[in-house]
Nanobody, 123 residues
Framework: VQLQASGGGLVQAGGSLRLSCAAS????????LGWFRQAPGKEREFAAAISRGGGWSHYADSVKGRFTISRDNGKNTVSLQMNSLKPEDTGIYYC?????????????????WGQGTEVTVSS
């Protein structure tokens, strides 16, 4: 499965963005999908994950209550709605799939990564 993230851009603090991860070339619905982000000079960190069928989602404390992950297996897409954005949300956002059937938050548990999309939040 090939993954492609899109939807990044420049937004002012307090604003919103909606990221999308489009999958092609495989059976998308069998994978848990996660969103990670990487700020300049920092390690990639977990942001959110969603189950195969969308029945559960899991968030990092830093985005809980502001970000919402959702998926449409019929369209092979997963979205990340980001509200109340803060300058510290700035970074490259990546989507990835894991063969684990549960929420995992470490990069080593994800084996298929898409190209990132850049998010910049100005103060």
């Amino acid at each position: 499965v090939q993954l492609q993230a899109s939807g990044g851009g420049l937004v002012q603090a307090g604003g919103s963005l909606r990221l999308s991860c489009a999958a092609s070339g495989g059976t998308f619905s069998i994978s848990v999908l996660g969103w990670f982000r990487q700020a300049p000079g920092k390690e990639r960190e977990f942001a959110a994950a969603i189950s195969r069928g969308g029945g559960w989602s899991h968030y990092a404390d830093s985005v809980k209550g502001r970000f919402t992950i959702s998926r449409d297996n019929g369209k092979n897409t997963v979205s990340l709605q980001m509200n109340s954005l803060k300058p510290e949300d700035t970074g490259i956002y990546y989507c990835a799939t894991t063969p684990r059937p549960y929420a995992v938050t470490t990069t080593r548990d994800y084996d298929n990564w898409g190209q990132g999309t850049e998010v910049t939040v100005s103060s």
